[in-house]
């Protein structure tokens, strides 16, 4: 009966009705302290360019828009662009240019040929569309000094090795970052033209200096010497001990640390991880754990430290209006601005409670994020639910059975997939909890004649990817694989294991050739045994 209350209480907030009815203008005039404030303003000024009202969309927006949270700001730009076009061409190519340095894809293509001049930032526009052959002209016309390096990645990406070579060749030492990733991209140009050692000699060649590329050169150098049977170590590839140690690993080398060094400073829970193994030394676990609690390697070996929910009642209504209309953007945006714990996590539990599970989870990270922060590692029981919770649970739990699956699996994927947003679409298409490709759904015989739009349905959703996730469970009989498959695509991770890239899951945890893979698949078992270990 209270549950209810709270429910009725925040559905009949007048900010709310208003807001639902589309009476952006009540709500400007007279809740000015509404979280649907800036929203309705927006709103508003979309609603008067749409009864062609320009000027007073116009005014509206430049009345208010240096208070614009920055949430709003790219669909305010956008609206003064449209709004330009139709009263001031001046104006109109005025702001085209300001979007195509700062805010590209707020762009149409039609638009690009109103913009004079600008060839770098036109080729930037393409370039970060994907689209390589378009992008090539605008930056040879460009007297940009990186545009060696974005002729020379498109190339690239084209698979015209040779003339990617030839561009990136041109980049200047005094360019720093784009200098040494060019080196990287060298490097993979050999490898794909089949001289594997020039390639070696490029990624051992990225500097110190940049930790990020360096580590990058340093996967793609252990992938290539395991592909071409190679042990690259020589007086001409100069490496530290920790470089020495991933790569020892990675090639089947016996590893030798030095008995001076304990590797105190070592934040990489990776290198800890087989460096533990090797010297069969729990320290390095515990050092881990207090990196990273949640990962894969600290919930198999430490395990989870759980204490005792608070008790507490205070929650903010506001995230629950702005979950209840689906305003992502105005959520994220007002989530960073809230630090009271106890507040975020009954805000996440009531969230939860109404089955706004995307929502729910957003705000445990937050209060994850701030527990952290304090370098806590023993978590309330409460939020560690609210971060891996279990919707739709009689229905995956059946599903996953008929296919001998482990439900907490495909809570994992799913966790990580959507954040359990059922309305979630990605760039490349994917839909719905599972993010399942309409061309994928289309080959399953069960759905042959269901509408694309039947994977908004969380039901069909979830059994579709239950059927992919098992099929290709069948074909490459492997757990960690099958993971990597879901993500990549089985062909590619079949590909792989040929090349013996996949020698056990630490390996692949370190050395897949896709990042987002790598990553994706790290997470999900992370998560896989987070599951496990608070609900069995």
Request: include cysteine; charged fraction near 30%.
């Amino acid at each position: 009966m209270i549950f209810k209350i709270f429910i009725f209480a925040f559905l009949f907030r007048e900010d709310l009705i208003n807001f639902k009815n589309g009476n952006y203008e009540k709500i400007i005039k007279d809740f000015k302290e509404s979280i649907l404030y800036y929203d309705a303003i927006i709103n508003y000024a979309e609603n008067l360019f749409k009864n062609k009202e320009y000027k007073r969309a116009l005014r509206l927006i430049e009345g208010y828009e240096k208070n614009f949270p920055s949430y709003i700001i790219p669909r305010a730009l956008k609206l003064k662009k449209e709004i330009y076009k139709k009263i001031s061409e001046i104006d109109y190519k005025k702001i085209l240019k300001n979007l195509i340095k700062n805010y590209p894809m707020l762009l149409e293509e039609k638009e690009i040929d109103f913009i004079e001049e600008l060839y770098f930032y036109k080729g930037k526009y393409y370039f970060l569309k994907n689209e390589w052959e378009k992008c090539i002209p605008y930056f040879e016309k460009s007297n940009d000094n990186l545009k060696h390096y974005y002729i020379g990645y498109s190339y690239f990406k084209i698979g015209d090795y040779e003339k990617a070579i030839s561009e990136l060749e041109k980049i200047n030492i005094s360019d720093g970052w784009y200098y040494e990733k060019a080196k990287i991209l060298k490097g993979l140009c050999y490898k794909y033209l089949s001289k594997p050692f020039l390639a070696l000699k490029e990624f051992f060649n990225v500097s110190f200096e940049y930790e990020d590329l360096r580590e990058i050169a340093m996967k793609e150098a252990r992938i290539t010497a395991i592909e071409n049977g190679i042990y690259p170590l020589n007086d001409e590839f100069k490496v530290n001990l920790r470089e020495k140690i991933f790569i020892d690993y990675s090639l089947n080398n016996l590893i030798e640390i030095p008995e001076n060094e304990d590797l105190k400073e070592e934040e990489n829970i990776f290198l800890l991880y087989i460096v533990g193994k090797s010297k069969k030394d729990k320290r390095f676990f515990e050092k881990i754990f207090k990196i990273e609690p949640l990962s894969f390697f600290s919930v198999k070996e430490i395990g989870i430290c759980l204490e005792e929910n608070f008790e507490n009642d205070n929650y903010n209504e506001d995230f629950l209006i702005l979950a209840y209309l689906d305003l992502k953007d105005a959520f994220e945006y007002y989530l960073k601005r809230i630090n009271d714990l106890e507040e975020i996590i009954n805000t996440s539990e009531k969230l939860a409670e109404i089955g706004k599970f995307y929502y729910s989870l957003k705000m445990a990270r937050r209060g994850y994020e701030i527990l952290r922060k304090q370098n806590v590692l023993c978590f309330p029981k409460k939020i560690l639910f609210l971060l891996f919770p279990l919707p739709y649970k009689d229905f995956i739990f059946e599903k996953a059975r008929e296919k001998n699956i482990n439900p907490y699996l495909i809570y994992a994927i799913m966790r990580r997939e959507s954040e359990f947003y059922e309305k979630a679409i990605s760039p490349k298409g994917a839909i719905g909890l599972m993010q399942i490709l309409p061309e994928t759904f289309k080959k399953i015989d069960k759905y042959k004649n269901y509408s694309i739009d039947s994977l908004f349905n969380p039901y069909i959703n979830i059994e579709a990817g239950i059927e992919i996730f098992s099929s290709m469970l069948d074909s490459i009989q492997d757990t960690v694989l099958t993971i990597a498959s879901y993500n990549a695509g089985i062909y590619k991770v079949k590909e792989w294991k040929e090349k013996c890239i996949f020698k056990n899951e630490i390996q692949f945890f370190i050395d897949c050739p896709y990042e987002e893979t790598r990553k994706y698949m790290f997470r999900v078992l992370s998560d896989y045994e987070v599951y496990k270990k608070i609900y069995q």
